[in-house]
């Protein structure tokens, strides 16, 4: 169920409310830090995840006719996570999630139909008393129970916050995979979505979809192809290999490098692809699609996305997403 969006349940308000019904009188002073900043020291361990290779033998491949693009939009997604107040060593996290996605009309970037966005108070309900889950409650913001009827692990303050870091992430995704199936339905236009697409069984399958992610925590590769992989030059991309993981819908994927990672750490510049699987395989017919997709995405790296920190795998679509998003964060 999502909230009803309004100017009152920005984070501030929301703070200054809480102060009010948790320890009335107790002014608020401390501005806290954004659990997407501090819990990026809680990552996942660096993995390695073996993959079918389809595109015999792995290889690299290049890029050679870079074509004008095919993308018609982008999909992007945003969060925002904040303590608002403490209940003992117990953390009420304000979330806000958004998604949105920019349409290419004329040579311009506009909003398609309207921008998602949800807000929510996230505690671990059954760590709290009944007298603060009231004053929670009457804060009139949605409520999202962190342990969802499981028992908590650690009741570490820390570890609580990364609980329900963890339920404001599945929230972006969960809006940003509706966002995507909606353009699904409505139209054959290719979408361009930053990040994954296996999650979403909507997209995943559909032929108007390519995700590309631009982190690398996993590996998506056999331990004999690492080597390849990293050594990719700018309009080089790897052979297309088949990921298929628990509850998520296999899907065809390849790594592009989009500029020169020389000096750079072997990361740099490098982005992973992927597409739906269809059902009768021709692997000619997706090597096709794997490179007229990769001079897509090549085309769409100028202008630069500078000054994000990652420009060096960022296209400009997905940057006007960002700062489009930026604006629901209030």
Same mark, same amino acid.
């Given at each position: 169920?999502?909230?009803?969006?309004?100017?009152?349940?920005?984070?501030?308000?929301?703070?200054?409310?809480?102060?009010?019904?948790?320890?009335?009188?107790?002014?608020?002073?401390?501005?806290?830090?954004?659990?997407?900043?501090?819990?990026?020291?809680?990552?996942?361990?660096?993995?390695?995840?073996?993959?079918?290779?389809?595109?015999?033998?792995?290889?690299?491949?290049?890029?050679?006719?870079?074509?004008?693009?095919?993308?018609?939009?982008?999909?992007?997604?945003?969060?925002?996570?904040?303590?608002?107040?403490?209940?003992?060593?117990?953390?009420?996290?304000?979330?806000?999630? &958004?998604?949105?996605?920019?349409?290419?009309?004329?040579?311009?970037?506009?909003?398609?139909?309207?921008?998602?966005?949800?807000?929510?108070?996230?505690?671990?309900?059954?760590?709290?008393?009944?007298?603060?889950?009231?004053?929670?409650?009457?804060?009139?913001?949605?409520?999202?129970?962190?342990?969802?009827?499981?028992? #908590?692990?650690?009741?570490?303050?820390?570890?609580?916050?990364?609980? &329900?870091?963890?339920?404001?992430?599945?929230?972006?995704?969960?809006?940003?995979?509706?966002?995507?199936?909606?353009?699904?339905?409505?139209?054959?236009?290719?979408?361009?979505?930053?990040?994954?697409?296996?999650?979403? &069984? #909507?997209?995943?399958?559909?032929?108007?979809?390519?995700?590309?992610?631009?982190?690398?925590?996993?590996?998506?590769?056999?331990?004999?192809?690492?080597?390849?992989?990293? #050594?990719?030059?700018?309009?080089?991309?790897?052979?297309?290999?088949?990921?298929?993981?628990?509850?998520?819908?296999?899907?065809?994927?390849?790594?592009?490098?989009?500029?020169?990672?020389?000096?750079?750490?072997?990361?740099?510049?490098?982005?992973?692809?992927?597409?739906?699987?269809?059902?009768?395989?021709?692997?000619?017919?997706? #090597?096709?699609?794997?490179?007229?997709?990769?001079?897509?995405?090549?085309?769409?790296?100028?202008?630069?996305?500078?000054?994000?920190?990652?420009?060096?795998?960022?296209?400009?679509?997905?940057?006007?997403?960002?700062?489009?998003?930026?604006?629901?964060? &209030?």
């Amino acid at each position: 169920m999502s909230s009803t969006v309004t100017v009152n349940e920005g984070f501030d308000v929301v703070r200054r409310r809480l102060a009010a019904l948790l320890t009335p009188g107790v002014p608020v002073v401390s501005e806290p830090q954004p659990l997407e900043v501090a819990s990026r020291g809680v990552q996942d361990p660096p993995t390695m995840r073996a993959a079918e290779v389809i595109e015999a033998p792995m290889r690299a491949r290049p890029i050679q006719d870079i074509r004008e693009t095919g993308f018609a939009a982008f999909l992007d997604g945003a969060q925002w996570s904040l303590p608002a107040a403490w209940v003992g060593s117990v953390p009420v996290v304000h979330g806000t999630v &958004a998604a949105v996605i920019r349409e290419r009309r004329e040579r311009r970037l506009v909003t398609w139909r309207s921008p998602m966005v949800e807000r929510a108070l996230y505690v671990p309900v059954p760590l709290v008393s009944a007298e603060a889950r009231a004053a929670i409650d009457a804060t009139g913001l949605r409520l999202v129970d962190t342990l969802d009827a499981r028992k #908590a692990e650690s009741t570490h303050p820390f570890a609580l916050q990364e609980l &329900a870091y963890r339920a404001v992430l599945a929230a972006r995704e969960r809006l940003e995979q509706s966002l995507g199936a909606q353009w699904c339905e409505q139209s054959d236009a290719t979408l361009f979505v930053d990040g994954g697409i296996s999650g979403s &069984a #909507a997209m995943a399958r559909a032929k108007c979809v390519v995700g590309v992610v631009k982190s690398h925590q996993t590996l998506h590769a056999n331990d004999s192809d690492v080597a390849v992989i990293m #050594a990719l030059r700018p309009r080089e991309r790897s052979s297309v290999v088949r990921i298929a993981a628990t509850k998520r819908t296999a899907v065809a994927s390849w790594y592009l490098r989009l500029r020169d990672s020389t000096g750079q750490d072997p990361l740099w510049g490098l982005v992973r692809v992927e597409i739906a699987l269809a059902p009768a395989l021709d692997v000619a017919q997706l #090597a096709a699609r794997a490179d007229r997709i990769s001079s897509w995405i090549l085309a769409e790296t100028l202008p630069l996305s500078a000054p994000d920190s990652r420009w060096d795998n960022m296209v400009y679509g997905i940057r006007d997403c960002e700062e489009f998003l930026r604006a629901t964060r &209030a």
